[in-house]
């Protein structure tokens, strides 16, 4: 990676992510729960089921994965604003549901839930983001992966995500939400560790060949530290 | 057969089972209320944020303003709302559309209870900018991350040290445009953040009891809020004034001996609660 002039925000080297706190079983009624700090990103997953789903998508030898994710109103920092952007202001009736990132999350978890363990009924993942900055779909998976693992849900390995921005010659490993606004570009990959098998990717922004093969493997070596400590977390909390 | 089975497939039965005996589900006495715990400067994005606990159920609650312009009525008053939600993971019929009866009452009973203890003062008179033409409007999200009972109590304390936590940034006023310095986030040299802090006048308290057969459970868990046939919630202030009763419907009427016994769990433990708030607070002034 290109060394770097100015220092990152929070004096982070450009290959380095934000420290990765998880606590688990947060909400005792669910099958299995997680809550994650990403830095100062927060999100936090409840696992439900299986249980009865919606009955048109009942398939007879496997069942539904569904993701539900609720953004708080608070979370993406528009703490004051003054008359001028008041009307750009997400005020009352603000749409909480966030489908862009439950489609996210789904699609880096579809490729590791073993669906025919579950055959004709539901699995539902809620997650919730209490703050935005910077990563919230990499918070989320990671939640969902350590909440559907406590759930005991059948998967073919555990799912880790890391996200890499562009500015310039410059590529920043997990950025804030800072760094992102200013970005020109970014890459978000959902990959099975063990495997080493990407689950998702997803490029925005113009990559070659060359940047894109960069920035997934420093994505990669993200991806990889996650795991450890999803693992670690969950290891030393054992289920009784 | 095991207790957590059985205490799944015939509720009733576990739970009568285990009232006999003096005690609830959890270990506790019938009068008792689970521990409170309260942490504020929680979310980044807020001008004031706290987390509030009650056993298991948990919920978030964020302050964030704007500038409006104040009702013509009252031009020297701003404007404070409340807004309470469960997130979908808080429980697991939290699913849109189904039961969502006992939430909105929750929801309600919030808002309702916020606002008849006059926290900002009796009018809103401290949220005014410039007489007239700008006010602050102040809304508070509250959102219930695990509902195990008792959603409307830890929404209430929430909301409380929110506003205690809550710093409006400083406003400048030119030339009939209006202009934030800072926001929010900017701090003086002593780590304080810079603004002016809300004056919270009053400390509600809210406290829900539910009714089992001819039993009393004071703060009841998720599943004895399931079996119970009705619920009372009673808000208090720290002058013992009553800032509200709330019964959203339930099966049975409440009669006033079972009111006056509601209220009296309250008034016992409001100390308690009343001290997690402040305390919880009290390391920013």
Redesign the interface.
């Known amino acids: 990676m290109p060394s770097s002039l100015a220092p990152r925000e929070d004096a982070r080297a450009d290959a380095h992510c934000r420290a990765l706190v998880v606590a688990l079983d947060?909400?005792?009624?669910?099958a299995g729960?997680a809550y994650v700090e990403l830095g100062?990103t927060?999100a936090?997953?409840?696992v439900?089921g299986p249980?009865r789903g919606r009955a048109e998508l009942a398939g007879v030898d496997r069942g539904t994965l569904d993701v539900?994710a609720?953004r708080?109103?608070?979370?993406?920092?528009?703490?004051?604003?003054?008359?001028a952007n008041?009307a750009r202001?997400r005020?009352?009736g603000a749409r909480?549901a966030d489908d862009g990132l439950a489609r996210t999350v789904k699609e880096a978890l579809s490729a590791s839930v073993l669906t025919e363990s579950f055959p004709k009924t539901q699995v539902?993942a809620?997650?919730?983001v209490?703050?935005?900055?910077g990563g919230e779909a990499v918070a989320c998976v990671l939640a969902a992966s350590a909440a559907l693992a406590r759930a005991g849900v059948a998967c073919r390995d555990l799912v880790s995500a890391c996200e890499c921005a562009r500015a310039g010659e410059r590529m920043m490993l997990d950025p804030t939400r800072e760094e992102i606004e200013t970005s020109d570009g970014m890459v978000f990959l959902a990959q099975m560790s063990s495997m080493e098998a990407y689950a998702k990717t997803e490029t925005f922004g113009r990559w070659n060949a060359d940047e894109t093969e960069r920035a997934l493997d420093a994505c990669a070596a993200g991806c990889n530290r996650f795991d450890a400590v999803l693992r670690e977390a969950l290891r030393a909390n054992p289920r009784d | 057969m095991e207790s957590a089975a059985y205490a799944r497939l015939y509720p009733r039965e576990a739970c009568e089972k285990t009232l006999a005996s003096g005690a609830r589900g959890d270990g506790r006495p019938l009068g008792r209320a689970r521990a409170r715990t309260c942490a504020t400067g929680?979310?980044?994005?807020?001008?004031g944020?706290a987390l509030a606990k009650h056993g298991?159920t948990?919920a978030?609650a964020?302050?964030?303003?704007?500038?409006?312009t104040p009702d013509a009525t009252r031009p020297e008053e701003g404007f404070l709302?409340i807004?309470v939600?469960h997130?979908?993971?808080?429980?697991?019929d939290?699913r849109d559309g189904r039961t969502r009866g006992r939430r909105e009452a929750a929801a309600a009973a919030c808002a309702s209870a916020v606002a008849n203890a006059a926290v900002l003062g009796k009018d809103l008179k401290q949220l005014c900018v410039e007489r007239g033409t700008?006010a602050w409007r102040v809304?508070v999200?509250v959102?219930v991350?695990?509902d195990?009972g008792g959603a409307a109590d830890c929404a209430v304390t929430a909301v409380m040290a929110a506003l205690r936590d809550c710093v409006?940034?400083e406003?400048a006023v030119t030339r009939g445009?209006?202009?934030?310095e800072g926001?929010?986030?900017a701090m003086n040299g002593d780590g304080v953040r810079k603004g002016t802090r809300l004056d919270v006048q009053t400390m509600p308290v809210c406290l829900t009891t539910a009714l089992y057969r001819e039993h009393l459970l004071v703060d009841p868990t998720?599943e004895e809020e399931a079996l119970s046939e009705c619920e009372v919630s009673v808000v208090l202030t720290e002058d013992g004034l009553l800032r509200g009763v709330f019964k959203p419907g339930g099966e049975v009427e409440a009669t006033e001996d079972t009111l006056m016994k509601c209220i009296a769990a309250a008034k016992l433990h409001y100390a308690a609660s009343a001290k997690v708030v402040l305390e919880a607070t009290e390391d920013e002034e």
Do not use: H, M, N
């Open positions: 947060v909400v005792p009624a669910a729960s100062d927060k936090s997953c409840a439900y249980r539900d609720y708080a109103p608070f979370a993406t920092g528009a703490r004051a604003l003054d008359g008041r202001a005020g009352r909480t539902d809620c997650v919730t209490l703050d935005a900055r | 929680v979310a980044s994005g807020a001008l944020s298991a948990t978030c964020g302050v964030t303003a704007t500038i409006a709302e807004a939600d997130a979908p993971q808080a429980s697991e939290a700008f809304r999200d959102i991350l695990c195990d409006l940034p406003v445009k209006v202009a934030l926001d929010g986030t998720r």
